[in-house]
């Protein structure tokens, strides 16, 4: 069975830090490129970060310097580890995996900064 299966999400004070992470099953991880997206209430889906299978990084430029993607094969987990964290961060994150042919998407997670 393919499954992304997204955790770590929860509430955090302005300026706090979490670590989501992406656990796949199946035979979708190691050679695919794996991302980050979010989507806030009301907003698209966004891209927040992604990795590909051999390790190149890109970020969206609101979360540069201040979140990191990355993965562990051996573990077929992904994670992003988010530091400095805004009010405006506030979204449910999803994992995605992709290759040509195929895409899966996690459930998502809720980050929610707040006071």
């Known amino acids: 069975q393919v499954q992304l299966v997204e955790s770590g999400g929860g509430l955090v004070q302005p300026g706090g830090s979490l670590r989501l992470s992406c656990v796949a099953s199946g035979s979708i991880f190691t050679g695919y490129a794996m991302s980050w997206y979010r989507q806030a209430p009301g907003k698209e889906r966004e891209l927040v970060a992604g990795?590909?299978?051999?390790?190149?990084?890109n970020y969206a430029g609101s979360v540069k310097g201040r979140f990191t993607i990355s993965r562990d094969n051996a573990k077929n987990t992904l994670y992003l580890q988010m530091n400095s964290l805004k009010p405006e961060d506030t979204a449910v994150y999803y994992c995605?995996?992709?290759?040509?042919?195929?895409?899966?998407w996690g459930q998502g997670t809720q980050v929610t900064v707040s006071s």
């Open positions: 995605k995996s992709s290759s040509i042919l195929t895409t899966y």
């Open positions: 990795i590909t299978s051999g390790g190149r990084t």
